[in-house]
């Protein structure tokens, strides 16, 4: 069985500069979850999707990052325009349906580097 | 918003000796979950308890949970080299148990 795919692994880009990153889950699976995870932390929750529809979005910051699901298969999460705070590993996850009773499964990530 | 805490926040042990780490939450859950994440295998999924269950085991690993208290403990048994990692817990609050919300980690580093 495929895992979670990632894209890019790495990027480094100066701030107030875009940036985006892809992600595909597991087949089969309803939910996706874009977590944040700064140096030291452990991974904090930007949106999560059923399908394509969000489910919690509440500690997205909305003014710069928006993410999309279209087709409720792979996901898109963009930052327009980037701070040097937003530097961490984006990590990507899916799970059959969203609920604290299914296991997470990540991809490898993407650590992003705001200069 | 933080939900579980784990402690210690590091923990140096000689290989073969065994590891317990400890996570607190705040409010009542319905699952709590253990992750591991190494360079090698990014996040991985360990072990899910529920409410109901106080002990579980798999392979070396066993967890515990006492809800009276809010707190889960994660032993590791017989411990490798490769079991050095960060290890979260994650916890489904009962208002929002759609997603998990996860602690700040213990770090394990397991000596040859």
């Known amino acids: 069985e495929a895992g979670v795919a990632q894209s890019p692994r790495y990027k480094i880009i100066e701030k107030r500069q875009s940036v985006a990153f892809w992600c595909n889950p597991i087949s089969g699976h309803a939910t996706l979850y874009w977590y944040q995870q700064i140096l030291g932390q452990g991974p904090k929750l930007l949106i999560q999707f059923q399908n394509n529809g969000v489910v919690d979005d509440s500690q997205l910051p909305k003014d710069r990052f928006s993410a999309e699901r279209l087709k409720g298969v792979d996901s898109t999460l963009k930052i327009q325009p980037a701070k040097l705070e937003d530097s961490a590993v984006y990590l990507c996850?899916?799970?059959?349906?969203?609920?604290?009773?299914?296991?997470?499964?990540f991809g490898p990530g993407t650590r992003l580097t705001v200069t | 918003s933080q939900q579980g805490e784990e402690d210690p926040q590091a923990l140096s042990i000689q290989e073969g000796e065994n590891a317990t780490m400890n996570c607190s939450y705040k409010t009542s859950i319905n699952n709590l979950q253990w992750y591991r994440q190494n360079s090698g295998r990014g996040l991985v999924h360990l072990i899910l308890?529920?409410?109901?269950?106080r002990e579980k085991h798999s392979g070396r690993l066993r967890v515990t949970l006492d809800t009276s208290k809010k707190s889960s403990s994660l032993l590791i048994t017989a411990s490798r080299a490769a079991d050095t990692a960060s290890y979260f817990c994650?916890?489904?609050?009962?208002?929002?148990?759609?997603?998990?919300?996860f602690g700040s980690g213990t770090r394990l580093l397991v000596r040859p």
């Open positions: 994650a916890t489904d609050r009962v208002d929002s148990s759609y997603k998990l919300i």
């Open positions: 308890i529920r409410s109901n269950e």
């Open positions: 996850a899916s799970s059959l349906q969203a609920s604290g009773a299914y296991e997470q499964y």
